[in-house]
């Protein structure tokens, strides 16, 4: 019996360190980077992204990818980050995988912060070219100084080649083209290498004599001078003439070779256009919202007026990066982040379509797992349960009305 009982232990303590071993090894393709463990309001209420597409999926080294779309800036921009007066456009990626080499805002050229207004609705557009080969999740994001990063979706794009035919060609002002990628570097190499070599001979001309406990008895006894000869005298009176003769040497000869140079470009951009918005003739009063915890929906309680001269039906509600689609009114094409849209995921208790002049209260739920796997269910941790989103309608013809909601959004328990 006792013997038994052994052999129950031990067995179970090998199944133990298996399964533990098994678990461990288990490493699954982080598809986030960053935005999720940032607080869920704050990604609902600074920039919502629309409209996004990505002209390729698979690019080969050297090949460029266009990412364009547009960006609102929401008007209840939260407390605790500064409002958007200095915001560069970037792009999320780890490391110079990808290469930016163009990037604009309202069709204006970006390679410097911007300054955006609250409310408004610019369009933007963002070149890249493939250097390092992989399967890279790239996001669009925004800088905000005094806020942080916010960052936009994510989609996986695959980069195919090798690193080492990468080329960054640009032609200067001056007439010549040079490849960026190792324009200047053998001569930064060659100044680096000669200081530090004359910073080393330096030394070892004194640590060819013993270095410390003979000079410290011989300046402990007051015989200091005899410690540095005329010899070592002229050496360092070398040294010190060499240095500023090969400074004045190196810098005019540097002046002769680049006779044209500018100092660095800098400053914010002001005077973005944003995109002329046509008020929507939809208007939405958000009656209440809650949601579940835990759960994987959100409801809110929509009182929807159609003041335009079709028929409209809602098609998707947009937050932080997660977008959820009524299939029966509109599909995505773009090739949306997969992890982000939830092709059915809108359900509107009652989306026949609504007539010009009529208003309906429906009941709208969004639901998915990316409202989970996108700790949008974290806003339970905020210190500001509101939310914010865009809401898509569409007539009969595939016009599209977009519409701001804002709103409380509290949590139910039981
Ligand atoms: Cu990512």
Do not use: C
């Amino acid at each position: 019996m006792k013997l038994l009982k052994d052999r129950i232990a031990k067995w179970s303590m090998v199944g133990l360190l298996t399964a533990f071993a098994a678990t461990s090894f288990y490493a699954p393709n982080a598809s986030a980077h960053g935005e999720k463990s940032q607080a869920a309001f704050m990604r609902m209420r600074t920039i919502h992204w629309y409209d996004l597409k990505w002209s390729k999926e698979k690019v080969k080294v050297n090949e460029q990818v266009e990412i364009t779309g547009k960006f609102h800036v929401f008007e209840g921009w939260p407390e605790t980050v500064d409002e958007p007066d200095v915001s560069f456009l970037n792009i999320g990626i780890p490391g110079p995988v990808f290469i930016r080499k163009e990037s604009y805002i309202g069709g204006q050229l970006v390679p410097r912060s911007v300054r955006l207004e609250i409310g408004k609705t610019y369009e933007f557009k963002v070149v890249l070219k493939a250097r390092r080969p992989g399967d890279w999740h790239v996001h669009t994001m925004m800088n905000v100084q005094g806020g942080g990063p916010i960052i936009g979706p994510g989609k996986w794009i695959t980069i195919e080649g090798s690193m080492g035919d990468f080329k960054n060609p640009v032609t200067t002002l001056t007439g010549q083209t040079v490849d960026l990628e190792s324009y200047n570097l053998e001569n930064t190499y060659f100044w680096h290498a000669l200081w530090y070599a004359i910073g080393l001979a330096w030394i070892v001309y004194w640590v060819r004599r013993p270095v410390f406990l003979p000079r410290m008895l011989l300046a402990d006894a007051g015989r200091a001078d005899e410690l540095v000869s005329g010899t070592d005298r002229k050496v360092a009176m070398g040294f010190a003439a060499g240095t500023l003769l090969l400074v004045i040497f190196a810098m005019s000869g540097a002046n002769g070779k680049y006779p044209i140079t500018i100092p660095l470009q800098a400053g914010t951009l002001r005077g973005i256009k944003p995109i002329e918005m046509t008020k929507p003739t939809v208007s939405v009063k958000v009656e209440d919202a809650s949601y579940r915890v835990p759960g994987r929906a959100m409801r809110m309680k929509l009182t929807i007026t159609n003041s335009g001269n079709s028929a409209v039906r809602l098609g998707e509600f947009y937050t932080a990066s997660v977008r959820f689609l009524d299939s029966d009114v509109y599909k995505d094409t773009t090739g949306y982040p997969e992890d982000l849209l939830a092709e059915d995921g809108l359900e509107v208790s009652d989306n026949s379509p609504l007539a010009p002049g009529e208003t309906r209260t429906v009941e709208v739920t969004a639901s998915d797992a990316a409202w989970e796997v996108y700790r949008l269910s974290d806003i339970i941790y905020d210190p500001d349960s509101r939310f914010a989103g865009l809401l898509f309608f569409f007539d009969a013809a595939g016009n599209r009305q977009v519409t701001q909601i804002d709103a409380p959004l509290i949590p139910s328990f039981m």
